[in-house]
């Protein structure tokens, strides 16, 4: 195993990466930025070291410094966390030039993954279900016209080397097509330095749902069953859960097996989530692989016990999955509420400032992974994730019960949350159901005003009621003071001096 490990990440999952470390009698090492002087991840490494200035280009996507860094404090490993280089080709190749392991696949296996076109051919060759559509980019308009007429409209056009729904475009008709094939080029080259788009048939009303893996170097692949991740704003998740509510024993089984073919068909090993989309029949298809640890693994983690962290160091190390299939249970509920430095009600507007108050919640079946502290500055220059709120209870009714309180008691002041926007979801009749798919935030929060906070507003009336309470206490007390003599005792004590 590790000796010293590199945390080439911040915020919540670099403090996450750090605790699996400390119990795993790893030194760890973590690096950061003008903005991270004081982070909570800086706090708790054994190492720090700076990286550069506040932007990310200047700092946590520094190849160059990071690699540097880990050599002069000799850190054996690197792990990328999500986000920043977790995916980057670039950074698996210097790690592997560098004689430093990259906690993660292989750089072979993040491009071929990271192509969509690519990664789409490899999984149909293999056997597993695919959104119909092109086989290969789409450069020529008249291409695509025949393309949309043929598989039918609506049809998505998507960026080949991206994520996160940059360079994605919905197509209802013929004539919106054109337009929208040179805006996705153009977001496509501006996000991911590649124009190439594809085409793929629009799946209406369809649901997310993703299965963890871990596979090591000599070929065993296991899965962790599925997190459903329907619950989305402009493709990014905010809320997942597991397991799903429209699994059953059969779709669940049929998902796995493809799941670990789709792992094996691409060489993949360590830790990977396989994403497919669930039409209203419960068809299931190929979306893409994901190849670095996913934000909501706690999910998984709840409802399986298995430290995923954990078990990709393993893995990295060069041992073998001690995880076999059929002993992997999946027991209760998950549920996780992505909290966001972002005010949503205002259209999730970025919300960054100093923490003046922070009060978690606590109790059985509560995780929190958080990578702020009462007092810490948010800042404006990275994502806005602070902090993970996951909830197990032997049910899904009873997890989201306990969701509920839980985000009663979650305080955070000095900026916006979107812990209002969880609390809606909670309360909401079809969440309560399960009957929801990736339209649900668009087509029925979005119709719902928020309860206004106005916390300043409710500071002062507060300030105000305390001040009256005083008030009232000093006249009340006064009165007492000139009154205070119970009749029945004063009768009593006078009886009592005549006895004498």
Known sequence: MFKKILIANRGEIAVRVIRACKEMGIKSVGVFSDADKSALHTKYADEVYYLGAAPARESYLRIDKIIEIARSSHAEAIHPGYGFLAENIEFAKACEDAGIVFIGPT???????????????????????????????????GEAVDLAEKIGYPVLIKAAGGGGGKGMRVVKER?????????????????????????????????????????????NVVHLFERECSIQRRHQKLIEESPSAIMTPQLRSKMGVAAVKAVKASNYCNAGTVEFMIDKNRNFYFLEMNTRLQVEHPVTELITGVDIVKEQFRIAAGERLSLDQDTIKMSGAAIECRISAEDPENNFAPSTGKIIEYKLPGGIGIRVDSGVYEGFEVPIYYDPLIAKLLV????????????????NEYIIRGIKSSIPFHKLVMDNPRFLDGDYDTTFIDNVLGKIEYKKQHYDIAAIAAAIRKSQAAKRAVLVHGKQRKSYVNPWKMAGRKAGMRDR
């Open 175 to 219: 004539e919106e097509l054109i337009d929208a094939m040179k805006q996705a080029r153009s977001e496509a080259q501006s996000a991911f330095g590649n124009p190439t788009i594809f085409i793929e048939k629009f799946l209406e009303a369809p649901r997310h749902i993703e299965f963890q893996i871990l596979a090591d170097n000599y070929g």
């Open 107 to 141: 750089s072979k296996a993040i491009e071929l993954l990271g192509d969509k076109i690519a990664s789409k051919k490899t999984m149909r060759d293999a056997g597993i279900p695919v959104i119909p559509g092109s086989e290969d980019a789409v450069s020529e308009e």
């Open 392 to 407: 197990w209870a032997p049910t899904r009714q009873e997890a989201i019960i306990r969701m509920k309180r839980a985000l």
